[in-house]
């Protein structure tokens, strides 16, 4: 569906988006440790949003024993000195040990890999999980440093003059993944 702004596609409606959270939650629950010390953990803002509704997924079906939390990686940043001299930081939350928990860190998109280099270096602040399994909406390609994403519901084929955007209902009002031509 492309939007009456010839630079916006539209690459998932609601109907897609819930779908992908689906896709998410069945991975998470598929790649379970043995002895089930495990926890899902969002990168603030909208990975914190899908860890939610993955953590609810699973929870709904019984799935009991998993930790929730949410991180913010605003201070261990690489870019911090560009976001201003009074950044905004966020609350981690994460009131439970992950000394040999396999942590899912769940986010909205992974481009680079800076975000989730940072979410590792703030993760590991708290002790040091047996595993760390990445899995995020959507997969946008173009690294700058080695790290994949575990799972990827979508993947989108981008140019460096592109830009995803996430939206989720509880931030933005909407679900939906667009597509935009800078």
Known sequence: MTS????VRRICDQDSVESSVAELASY???????NNRAAIVGIRTRGWVLAQRVFKRLADSG??????????ITLYRDDLSTLGSQPIVGKTEINFPIDGCTVFLLDDVIYTGRTVRAAIDALIEFGRPAAI??????????REYPINADHAAIEVETTADNIVEVRLLEVDGEDAVDLITR
């Open 4 to 7: 009456p702004d010839s630079n």
């Open 28 to 34: 998470v629950l598929n790649n379970l440790p043995a």
């Open 63 to 72: 799935q009991a024993g998993i930790e929730l939390g949410a991180l913010d």
């Open 133 to 142: 399994r990445l899995a995020v909406l959507v997969d946008r390609g173009h």
